[in-house]
């Protein structure tokens, strides 16, 4: 195992405890929201799918890349719609100020 | 160590700030007025981590690219906007779960590329990466549309079961694992890659088959931490830190919300995946016979409701199945303006997706300072003359607490029964989804409305229009 390897393991750890640490103090209310806000950025695989479709290993591989890119950017911009029409619904009583 | 390139530098210094932005925008979530913000935050976390991905030093051309970005904003525009604004928020766990499919598409293909192109020079550690992105990815592809499948009727929402089920999902999984060590000992087994591949996927159908319709929510929670993993195994692969976090923030995301969802039935991880569930449960040791629910008048229900002092509403699926919210929102507001307090009592259950009753009130334009969770609100149900129960049944069974013999005990429930008095609206007089009779409905303070959800809350919004 490289430092390297060693390294990413600290990133994701560390990476996983911060996430574990945020998502508690999301009220039960807002967990769906907050499940199609995960399902958005999930679309993060589109770093990768982006490497592969710009890069110079034949076409068979910007193709696929294509694809991937297209799934992902899918994911992304529906996941943040999704999110946001949801979102947009939580309305505080504007008849009490509080 | 050798300096970094300041292209390379660049694109590091961009991926630092992304993370940050998709960690603040989580983090916004933790209170509704800061939501929309975070969210904004977080797209402007992705936007940067489009931005860097740009300058990677790999890639050489960019026809591919833009066609990609353009073809996939174009489809989610186009297609997904009206298609978003339009289907209604009853429906959002299989579109979240399609959603879902989509990324770890991506994801699946952008290690099988990896695979076609390093193939025999990948080391064990990338190879074991590699391994699991593929694995993760293909098993969230084929058990998100499943999933979707499952919510949108297309399949059957019944549990599908057969004999050594789970026998047999434990040899697949081992076999793509054996088939892993195998790639990490040698690369060159090309055909064991494909196989690996193609076992996940069969997996992530058959894993997702057997789980009945109410244990969606775990179900889809998973698959949300499986789709991060899959992103964070990229990153192990291609030596991106951006990719392992923001993967592990989804990871832990996913695994929280499946957690919360089990122990909010009681059940543990394992029984919600490899139990018998969803099927028909036992009978419950106490048995209704002999008892009478105490039907109510609509006239009688409106008069109580309007000259109690505090309301609380309990709904359930069977209010949005009923698509009763907006009359219910109506009855409410009625309410309201003859100075009754309401509130609503949200089990975390209630509905198919972590959080769904919520967002299904809210669309309703219930504001959400009345919407309480479990916690909050359990207390005050000895302080409330009213407990109107809409469509909830096993989340308001008193034999969750009292009745060790009963499939449900130990389940944390809503304590309705310490009410000053339970007015319940159910289609009929049947058992509730896990077939347990509820002693609540037998309770002499509590008294039965039957019909339809819909059709009982505008009969009350009429009676109280009359009052």
């Keep these: 195992m490289t430092l390297t390897t060693v390294i990413q393991f600290y990133v994701f750890v560390l990476a996983a405890f911060v996430g574990y640490q945020v998502i508690t103090k999301v009220p039960p209310l807002l967990h769906t929201p907050l499940m199609s806000a995960a399902n958005a950025i999930t679309g993060i695989s589109l770093v990768g799918s982006l490497v592969a479709a710009g890069s110079d290993h034949g076409t068979a591989s910007n193709v696929l890349g294509l694809i991937a890119v297209i799934c992902a950017t899918v994911n992304v911009v529906g996941g943040f719609l999704i999110t946001d029409r949801m979102l947009k619904m939580f309305k505080r009583d504007e008849r009490k100020p509080n | ?467």
Aim: proline share 5%.
């Design chain 2, 1 to 467: 160590m050798e300096p970094l390139p300041l292209r390379e530098l660049a694109v590091q210094i961009i991926y630092l700030a992304s993370s940050v932005f998709f960690i603040l925008g989580l983090g916004g979530l933790s209170k509704p007025e800061k939501a929309r913000a975070g969210m904004a935050q977080a797209a402007f976390g992705m936007l940067l981590a489009i931005v860097g991905t740009l300058l990677h030093a790999d890639i050489v051309r960019y026809d591919w690219i833009m066609a990609g970005l353009f073809i996939g904003t174009a489809i989610g525009v186009v297609i997904g906007r009206p298609l978003f604004i339009s289907v209604p928020m009853t429906a959002m766990p299989q579109w979240v779960a399609l959603s879902h499919a989509a990324g770890a598409v991506a994801a699946t293909l952008v290690g099988v590329n990896e695979f076609v192109l390093l193939g025999s020079s990948l080391g064990p550690g990338t190879m074991a990466a590699l391994g699991f992105e593929v694995v993760l990815g293909a098993l969230t592809v084929t058990g998100s549309v499943m999933a979707f499948g499952k919510l949108q009727e297309i399949l059957p929402g019944r549990p599908v079961t057969w004999p050594l089920q789970n026998l047999l999902n434990m040899v697949l999984l081992a076999g793509a694992f054996g088939l892993l060590i195998a790639l990490m000992v040698n690369p060159e087994l090309t055909w064991a890659f494909w196989a690996m591949t193609a076992i996940a996927a069969l997996l992530g159908i058959l894993m997702v088959l057997p789980i009945g319709g109410a244990d969606m929510p775990v179900v889809v929670s998973l698959l949300n931490a499986y789709a991060g993993l899959s992103a964070s195994a990229m990153g192990f692969a291609l030596g991106n830190n951006l990719l392992i976090i923001v993967g592990a923030l989804d990871g832990a995301s996913g695994f929280l919300l499946a957690v919360l969802m089990c122990k909010a039935m009681n059940r543990s991880f394992a029984n919600v995946l490899f139990g018998a569930f969803g099927a028909p449960a036992p009978a419950a040791l106490k048995s209704a016979d002999g008892q009478e629910m105490r039907a109510l008048t609509p006239e009688d229900a409106a008069i109580r409701l309007a000259y109690a002092a505090q309301v609380i509403v309990v709904p359930g699926y069977g209010l949005a199945v009923a698509q009763a919210q907006h009359a219910l929102r109506e009855l409410t507001d009625l309410m309201e303006k003859r100075g009754v307090e309401v509130k609503y009592a949200i089990h975390p259950v209630a509905g198919r997706m972590p959080g769904h009753m919520n967002v299904l009130l809210a669309e309703a334009n219930v504001p959400y300072d009345k919407l309480y969770d479990m916690d909050e609100i359990n207390a005050e149900f000895e302080r409330t003359d009213v407990a109107l129960v809409i469509g909830a049944n096993d989340v308001v069974n008193p034999a969750a607490r009292s009745d060790p013999g009963s499939p449900i005990f130990g389940m944390p429930i809503l304590d309705v029964d310490r009410a000053k008095s339970v007015v319940v609206l159910k289609r009929g007089k049947g058992a509730g989804f896990a077939g347990i009779e509820n002693e609540l409905f037998f309770h002499p303070k509590t008294s039965m409305l039957f019909g339809d959800a819909k059709a009982s809350l505008s009969r009350l919004v009429t009676e109280l229009k009359a009052l």
